[in-house]
């Protein structure tokens, strides 16, 4: 209960607690820093610089008329279908019933508070690798849950260490967060490492949360898996996927879950409280996404084959700059995470490129405590603007020597 | 903590507490009967029936290319102008900085859901009318936060009841909900009741959370006043407004709230990890729909005027049907909620009325307990149909004799 001492002419006291708490994230001082310095290369975003295909905006303006109506709160059957096949296809994930297992979200974040609002109670908790997207923890903070951090170790090139996992697991523990290809880092977890979240799920009763929104970004021999499609794990995973990487339309807002009935029949009955449903004008347009495969198929291949150019190159350049490493060099997502050596807080850091190099890159520590020490560079920004920008952070530590760690 | 006894290849035990408590509504049973039942007529949708005019879907074509990628989560600056335009002409809301106090959402409703998270904790109390808008309770019980009804009187025209708002108040609340004009009544609220609101506000320190949803939909001498346009109530209220209704764009998913700036930069906060940002082609739709004024006047003139003229057809066809019964007529929105005399429950009665009259109606109780004893009728819908489904309701009606209460 709030103390009720009025502020002059401000209700400010009633802020809540669950507000309070969310984290002061410089994430918008930075974006905001790449939207008006003069000069300034973004190495920030967390979204493709490509824009939507064509073949998927020009069919929606044909379908526009058919797309100003509410679609039903679990998404409109032809998306469904056409995902549910797709799932079958490529994540081997098969849909018995599209309408009971599937629900069609205003983008995979709406689906995953959907999801942690179905698993767990007031004071309940959920693990949660760190560092990792930005957005799990306040989630499972701003419903009154507690989010448990699984630590990632740089050594092991960021996989999850169950052991670490295992350790913390309580009684009041509801579920596991798991992220691959993963944000920050990069990393692809092995399917061994799949296997054992799976055997951890079902010895200690746990729904698996999988987001895989990155699903489509894998590179050399890293191969996408996903958990769902384990033996038996049909009944412990809900799988979530994203429109906005892999048809490069972040802006339509359109994600999907896909889970046992109980989870997706509760999932959707809790819609009606957050957005009701998906747009539907971004439901037709990724239904015309998905729905043509050779379209799709090309449009994915070319920007995977940019993306891994651009990977390849920074790879080399954070090489030859003194104070950067890359342990593990990884396989999937836009993102690298290297450490860096300089007797600075990541924050500090991240400002101290923004302000000598013009660039602007993001803290580790953005991603959770055990980020310290790392920066994340994205790849979703043209190579020329790239190289630029590593020209000048190289430049700039060059001619500022900062002090190392170690020294 | 939920007790851990594993069912049979089945994790349905985790499903939250607060998943389990949504009221279960037969709202999705009476539409799909609306989707399937051959002949149905259905005066049950909360949506416009008319289709988002050419010269929004028109215009949103045009610029589709420059709307794939995500906006701030706050929204799309130019929108926020014109918004902060409108609410200065037509709302008597001044806002000084429509950056900092005007947040667009993913509908109305999600702004809702993030007000309540931002100013209530755990087991803190909001004052919700009853009936009214199905959403608010689950909404406020979805975050563990406790809905106090204010029960609201037909003889009144289920005007707001100050001195029942009052005896509920206790430390603990913070909050109060208005809804004008409101669903289901049609209720468009006077003057004097929005100043005793604004009273009360002030008295015991609470946000007023003003939902105008229908704001553009007010009949015969009614006027559609904004509680936040009251001498010293800019730091105690949040109004929300939809594009849904104004501009017959449900689908698009837009909406919007106006507060002081702390509540506006929270619930900009929240809204990272909810869903990032409003859909940025519907941020765009919403722009073009506000920012012509000839066009949206004149179309908003023209809904009002078939809406109006249907509200008054209902209500003398109601007058004429033994059994139904308005006491005063509603001034707002597109509903007609009369009383019924048989000796059922509004649930029983809705499924005898789909059942003889195949006519769907939505049962009062929907929209809290309250509402025994009534049905919500719709009229966004067009007038044959309304005037077939009278028809047969009326027929239904003669040939059963059904038992009344008092008899």
Request: proline share 6%; charged share 30%; glycine share 6%.
């Amino acid at each position: 209960m709030k103390e009720k001492k009025a502020l002059k002419k401000s209700l400010r006291f009633l802020m809540s607690e669950r507000t309070k708490e969310l984290p002061v994230s410089i994430f918008e001082q930075l974006f905001e820093a790449a939207k008006t310095r003069p000069g300034v290369i973004s190495l920030g975003p967390g979204e493709p610089d490509f824009v939507t295909p064509d073949y998927i905006l020009d069919a929606l303006k044909e379908r526009l008329h058919e797309a100003t109506h509410y679609s039903t709160p679990g998404g409109r059957p032809e998306l469904k279908e056409v995902i549910a096949k797709k799932l079958s296809r490529e994540n081997k994930i098969k849909v018995n019933d599209p309408e009971k297992e599937l629900i069609v979200t205003t983008g995979s974040t709406e689906a995953l508070l959907l999801a942690f609002m179905s698993i767990a109670d007031v004071t309940e908790e959920v693990l949660v690798p760190n560092p990792s997207f930005l957005a799990y923890t306040p989630m499972i903070e701003l419903i009154d849950c507690q989010s448990t951090s699984i630590p990632l170790h740089e050594e092991t090139g960021f996989q999850l260490d169950l052991d670490e996992a295992r350790k913390r697991i309580t009684p009041k523990t509801t579920g596991i967060v798991l992220n691959s290809p993963a944000n920050p880092t990069g990393t692809v977890f092995k399917k061994k490492a799949l296997e054992e979240v799976a055997e951890l799920a079902v010895e200690h009763d746990l729904m698996v949360l999988s987001d895989e929104a990155y699903e489509h970004f894998v590179f050399g021999d890293a191969k996408h898996k996903s958990i769902a499609s384990l033996n038996g794990m049909h009944e412990y995973v809900i799988s979530f996927y994203s429109f906005s990487k892999s048809y490069a339309m972040p802006g339509f807002r359109v994600g999907y879950a896909v889970g046992p009935e109980w989870v997706i029949k509760d999932m959707t009955g809790i819609h009606m409280y957050s957005t009701l449903c998906a747009p539907t004008p971004s439901q037709v347009a990724a239904f015309e996404a998905m729905n043509n495969k050779k379209e799709s198929d090309a449009s994915i291949k070319l920007m995977k084959e940019a993306y891994d150019e651009r990977r390849k190159y920074l790879l080399e350049r954070i090489k030859g700059i003194d104070g950067l490493h890359v342990k593990v060099a990884p396989e999937g997502a836009f993102y690298i995470f290297p450490r860096f050596d300089f007797k600075m807080t990541s924050r500090e850091f991240a400002l101290w490129v923004l302000d000598k190099a013009n660039a602007v890159v993001i803290p580790g520590t953005e991603f959770g405590h055990n980020g310290e020490g790392f920066i994340r560079l994205s790849y979703a920004t043209a190579l020329p603007e790239i190289e630029e920008a590593m020209n000048r952070i190289e430049e700039a530590l060059n001619k500022a020597k900062l002090k190392k760690r170690k020294e």
